[in-house]
């Protein structure tokens, strides 16, 4: 009687260690990469854009390092908000906001990449937009990109006042911009000036009194950038 006693409870303790055991070993299994599959243990800059699918008409043709016409890719920028007059180029670079991978989770623009490139004015002058020009990888490589943003219309009336530095802080203001401002409201604290080309007419951005109109751009919203043609990531 004893005997079966104490084998019924080494045979207990045993499959107790053993259940453990395998709890264990399953919970060591986990990968960091199964655990990003959680979206909300994801830090917002590690968000992922997986280029679509090509159509499938001859898959032999289809380069899996290249990234389609037509895809967007997001991208960051260290200021707020950006202003510039409608006239205006300003060059300044973007940051790319998240992993763009193919379907085979190959990343072929790493987050942290650099876009460089201009905003300037649109065509039919109703606003400014994002053109990129060269791609910069993080080891430092670079290559040519065609790509361009929307096109961005809002217009922000800068009126002096004692709010008038509290509109501006943060914000990025191009050369043409700024001259433009000091003309009318004298010297004003700008945290950064862009580079730019020429003041533009100073008279179509004055809407009477001491007020200024200048296209606002919010680059972390409006300046995601559009492939213009296929690109090859070497």
């Keep these: 009687m004893f005997n079966a006693k104490y084998s019924k409870i080494t045979t207990s303790v045993f499959m107790t260690i ?12 986990i ?26 008409i001859d898959q032999r043709s289809i380069d899996p390092n290249t990234i389609p016409r037509g895809f967007t890719i997001p991208v ?13 180029t300003v060059p300044i ?7 763009v991978r193919d379907s085979r989770r190959n990343t072929l623009i790493p987050f942290g990449s650099e876009i460089m490139g201009q905003i300037e004015p649109s065509d039919d002058g109703s606003g400014s937009l994002f053109t990129a020009q060269e791609l910069v990888f993080p ?13 961005v219309t809002r217009r922000e009336t800068i009126e002096e006042g004692a709010s008038t530095g509290d509109i501006l802080k943060g914000a990025a203001i191009g050369g043409a911009a700024a001259t433009v401002l000091a003309e009318v409201f004298g010297d004003i604290d700008v945290l950064e000036v862009l580079g730019g080309a020429g003041a533009g007419a100073v008279a179509g951005l004055l809407l ?7 296209v606002s751009i919010d680059p972390n919203n409006d ?4 492939l213009q043609s296929d690109l090859a990531v070497r």
């Design 93 to 99: 670079t973007l940051t790319v906001a998240a992993n």
């Design 31 to 56: 990968t960091p990469v199964q655990a990003q599959l959680f979206p909300e243990q994801r830090p917002t800059r590690e968000r992922e854009y997986n280029p679509p699918r090509q159509p499938s």
């Design 223 to 226: 300046l995601d950038l559009t």
């Design 208 to 214: 009477g009194g001491n007020k200024v109109e200048l």
């Design 76 to 88: 960051e920028y260290e200021k707020e908000k950006i202003l510039v007059t409608p006239e205006e």
């Design 18 to 29: 053993t259940a453990t055991g395998a709890m264990f070993a399953n919970l060591a299994n």
């Design 139 to 151: 080891d430092g490589t670079t290559q040519f990109i065609d790509a361009t943003s929307n096109v």
